[in-house]
């Protein structure tokens, strides 16, 4: 079978979602160990206008742009430092929450329910994720990890998965009518 390969056009616009994180994923509000961020609300809508695929692309490519020294993660810090640090296993979870979260997006456009469903499934893959490595790097129990870093988060997340469902769609139509979204 032979692959499909991007266009320009896709190339282009898998672009603009990694500069959209890029921009959104710095911005937080430090509350202890693990920050706020807008990084997951950015990788939502990114899945929303990309599908699962390209969205989840757009994020890795975030992720290694961050790796490499550009201050895109949260409080505009990066490198190897930060991605394998106390909150590194957020960073990486976002990869499967793109997966999930997009998988449920791609298939289930039209309901809702199921979107906020996958979007909240690949959250708490996200949340094991940097659980477990929160309690390994920072010599936490898992439950002080996830008091830490999962407990004063869900009423945040689930507002930006809200958010992201009223304005995803919304952006993924404009889109297709000025003819950038396949």
Do not use: H
Not at 37 to 43: I, Q
Not at 121 to 128: E, I, M, P, R, S
């Amino acid at each position: 079978m032979k692959e499909k390969k991007l266009s320009i056009q896709q190339i282009a616009v898998i672009g603009v979602m990694t500069a959209v994180i890029c921009i959104l994923a710095p911005f937080s509000i430090p509350i202890g160990v693990v920050p706020i961020s807008f990084t997951n609300l950015a990788v939502y809508i990114a899945l929303y206008v990309l599908g699962v695929k390209k969205g989840t692309i757009s994020y890795v490519i975030y992720l290694l742009i961050g790796l490499v020294g550009v201050p895109v993660f949260s409080s505009f810090t990066s490198g190897p430092g930060k991605l394998f640090g106390p909150t590194g296993g957020y960073l990486i979870g976002f990869i499967p929450m793109a997966v999930i979260a997009g998988i449920f997006i791609d298939k289930f456009i039209d309901k809702m329910y199921l979107c906020f469903l996958g979007m909240v499934l690949g959250t708490a893959v996200c949340y094991l994720f940097g659980t477990a490595w929160l309690a390994y790097e920072a010599s936490m129990t898992f439950s002080q990890a996830l008091a830490a870093g999962v407990i004063p988060f869900i009423p945040g997340d689930l507002v930006k998965i809200v958010i992201a469902m009223l304005i995803g769609p919304q952006i993924r139509k404009a889109l297709r009518k000025a003819g950038l979204y396949q």
